[in-house]
């Protein structure tokens, strides 16, 4: 069974920084492009960052630019979200989804609050 | 960026009747592998986003078939043959033919 764990979420303040994880299993992950996608309190979902099977190449939304950094490691069927700079703006729920282009599974998500 | 447009915001549906959702996209979505990347989540209350449907018409093997999808380039459908209880939500397309893939706003089903 196909299982997508989202963790690293909290309260943090304007300026900080925060590294989500999701810890994958079920499924060969080595082989997977995975994505992260955000949803503001009470608002739609946005795409945020993609990377690709063997972590060369990547793909962000330009609100996150410069500010996140999507990673992973195969080794620990595991992907990641290093965020910095972060603002109000980036409150949200933030998943972890399996695949880029057809999104198949997504996790639980985790909640980042961003406030003083 | 691709801008993807749904209608209705919200769908009030009687029980047992069908429901149609649109969406439309700015630019058209045919990748250049020849497939159509739009695909529809639907989002219960309290729940993370589940894929309904892929590359415009594909049924997701967990979906029930009174859900369907259509349509091509710009123009897309999401139909709900029957309305069931369990069909309350917002829905959502998404476009992952063009950097950055964009989602609709939604449109929420809810039970009249």
């Known amino acids: 069974e196909v299982q997508l764990v989202e963790s690293g979420g909290g309260l943090v303040q304007p300026g900080e920084s925060l590294r989500l994880s999701c810890a994958a299993s079920g499924f060969t992950f080595r082989s997977y492009w995975m994505s992260w996608v955000r949803q503001a309190p009470a608002k739609g979902l946005e795409w945020v960052a993609t990377?690709?099977?063997?972590?060369?190449?990547?793909f962000y939304v330009d609100s996150v630019k410069g500010r996140f950094t999507i990673s992973r490691d195969n080794a620990k069927n595991s992907l990641y979200l290093q965020m910095s700079s972060l603002t109000a703006e980036d409150t949200a729920i933030y998943y972890c989804?399996?695949?880029?282009?057809?999104?198949?599974?997504w996790g639980q998500g985790t909640l980042i609050t961003v406030s003083s | 960026d691709v801008v993807m447009t749904q209608s209705p915001l919200s769908l009030p549906v009687t029980l047992g009747q069908p429901a149609s959702i649109s969406c439309r996209s700015s630019?058209?979505?045919?990748?250049?592998?020849?497939?159509?990347?739009l695909t529809w989540f639907q989002q219960r209350p309290g729940q993370s986003p589940r894929r309904l449907i892929y590359k415009v018409s594909a049924r997701d093997s967990g979906a029930p078939d009174r859900f369907s999808g259509s349509g091509s380039g710009t123009d897309f459908t999401l139909k709900i043959s029957r309305v069931e209880a369990e069909d309350v939500g917002i829905y959502y397309c998404?476009?992952?033919?063009?950097?950055?893939?964009?989602f609709g706003g939604g449109t929420k089903v809810e039970i009249k």
């Open positions: 990377i690709k099977p063997d972590g060369s190449q990547m």
């Open positions: 989804a399996r695949e880029a282009r057809i999104s198949d599974y």
């Open positions: 630019q058209s979505l045919v990748y250049s592998d020849g497939n159509t990347y």
């Open positions: 998404m476009q992952a033919t063009h950097w950055p893939f964009t």
